[in-house]
Nanobody, 120 residues
Framework: QVQLVESGGGLGQPGGSLRLSCAAS????????MSWYRQASGKQREMVAA???????NYVDSVKGRFTIFRDNAKNTVYLQMNSLKPDDTAVYYC??????????????WGQGTQVTVSS
């Protein structure tokens, strides 16, 4: 019904930048909130950044000032611009979206995850 395809992960240098994208496709009316989570090896999954339909954003303290979440509604895509990368940013990153499949029905979807490794 709805597919989320993530891209942009890979190997980044400390202090460098990467941009993740998550494109939604399928049958849906609209996308409500969109967010990025990450899970480092041996650690709990945490919400990294979130953006509402209206454009309000929220970030975990560890990425504030370095990461930016934004969305392109015309492309049904959410992005995570990651600057000033640190080794601690190494994790599998997942996009998470709330999709409105009917006017009064919303369904949550997870992306497949993309590995981000920050190392010199």
């Amino acid at each position: 019904q709805v597919q989320l395809v993530e891209s942009g992960g890979g190997l980044g240098q400390p202090g460098g930048s990467l941009r993740l994208s998550c494109a939604a496709s399928g049958s849906f009316i609209s996308i409500d909130a969109m967010s990025w989570y990450r899970q480092a090896s041996g650690k709990q999954r945490e919400m990294v950044a979130a953006i509402t339909t209206g454009g309000s954003t929220n970030y975990v303290d560890s990425v504030k000032g370095r990461f930016t979440i934004f969305r392109d509604n015309a492309k049904n895509t959410v992005y995570l611009q990651m600057n000033s990368l640190k080794p601690d940013d190494t994790a599998v990153y997942y996009c998470y979206v709330e999709v409105r499949v009917q006017p009064n029905i919303a369904t949550d979807y997870w992306g497949q995850g993309t590995q981000v490794t920050v190392s010199s």
